[in-house]
């Protein structure tokens, strides 16, 4: 059934599902007990409204059928629509016509990757540079890049801690995921914080940042440099 928009207005965008499901069986995920295999839906002119330029895709692992992820992109581009993957997307799973895809589609928000083990860094750093290859600047990957750095709990902080220093020496985000039903210690709370506040993340290292009035002169620089961007 194509969503009434109406209900929502404050919304901006068509939002929906193309696939369900996912072929991954991470053990934090709910995923595959909720919806199973991935598996195709409706095409998103089914969802569609004219009255937007925007488009928000809430399926789980969108590259895990890259044809149909090539098919629903090119529709997209045809229509002249800006693109978010909320759930973001497996970059295990990008080749080069994956990559060049993703330099070719405009985004409305973040484009999203997961960096959830610190046993995928080989191939983590190898997708990287293939997103460099067709065309992503140091620039672009700052501007548009991020990945979800999942921390299960305290136990994996400096894994969480190495994985941040790491994208942000490739020139991408990290915005850290905790999971909810462990205690959230004060250093996760710093961490989570540090990488969410972007201007600290690209100014400051973990080990500096402190909260609020603990560190006066990150709050300082912080502030210089929202002021400098909103005036620039």
């Not at 059934?1 to 072929?23: E, T, V």
């Not at 928000?56 to 629509?81: G, H, M, Q, R, S």
């Not at 942000?168 to 905790?178: D, E, G, R, S, T």
Request: hydrophobic share 35%.
């Amino acid at each position: 059934m194509k969503p009434d928009y109406s209900l929502y207005p404050k919304n901006n965008a068509i939002i929906g599902f193309s696939s369900r499901g996912c072929f991954r069986k991470c053990y934090f995920c709910i995923v595959d007990q909720k919806e199973g295999q991935f598996r195709r839906t409706d095409h998103p002119e089914k969802w569609y409204d004219p009255a937007f330029n925007k488009i928000t895709f809430l399926d789980n692992n969108a590259l895990a059928d890259p044809i149909w992820f090539l098919e629903i992109t090119d529709w997209c581009i045809e229509k002249k629509l800006k693109i978010w993957f909320t759930q973001g997307l497996d970059v295990r799973l990008v080749d080069i016509k994956i990559a060049k895809r993703l330099y070719e589609i405009r985004n409305h928000r973040m484009l999203s990757f997961a960096w959830d083990d610190i046993k995928d860094e080989r191939v983590i750093k190898q997708k990287i540079e293939l997103l460099r290859q067709v065309g992503f600047t140091n620039n672009m990957l700052r501007a548009r890049v991020q990945f979800y750095v999942y921390v299960d709990s305290d136990e994996q902080y400096e894994s969480g801690v190495y994985r941040c220093r790491e994208l942000k020496k490739l020139n991408c985000n990290a915005y850290v995921m905790f999971n909810m039903d462990n205690e959230r210690t004060q250093r996760i709370k710093d961490l989570q914080r540090w990488s969410i506040r972007k201007l600290l993340f690209w100014l400051h290292d973990i080990d500096d940042y402190k909260k609020d009035t603990q560190a006066p002169e990150i709050i300082e620089s912080f502030n210089r440099a929202a002021g400098a961007k909103a005036t620039g």
